[in-house]
């Protein structure tokens, strides 16, 4: 992950080889809460396949009802 000091915006680049068709990224639970208690704007979640954006509000969401890692899967 990585963090713009400038912005509230982290993004996580998943890397798949070029013959992937699904992509799949587990985030623990305790970034997912970290994230929204430090008030991130946007979570993007970029891959060659798709690109996912979750905003505070849904971050804080997740955070509240996530009792384990959060697993972000695409096809």
């Known amino acids: 992950m990585k963090a ?3 912005e509230t915006t982290v993004q996580v680049k998943v890397e798949v080889g070029a013959s992937a068709k699904t992509v ?6 305790q970034s997912i809460r970290a994230l929204a208690e430090a008030r991130v704007e946007n979570l993007v979640i970029e891959s060659p396949i798709t690109t996912i954006t979750f905003d505070d509000r849904t971050l804080k969401t997740i955070a509240g009802a996530a009792k384990a890692d959060v697993k972000i899967s695409a096809i």
């Open 24 to 29: 799949e990224t587990i985030i623990p639970n």
């Open 4 to 6: 713009n000091p400038t």
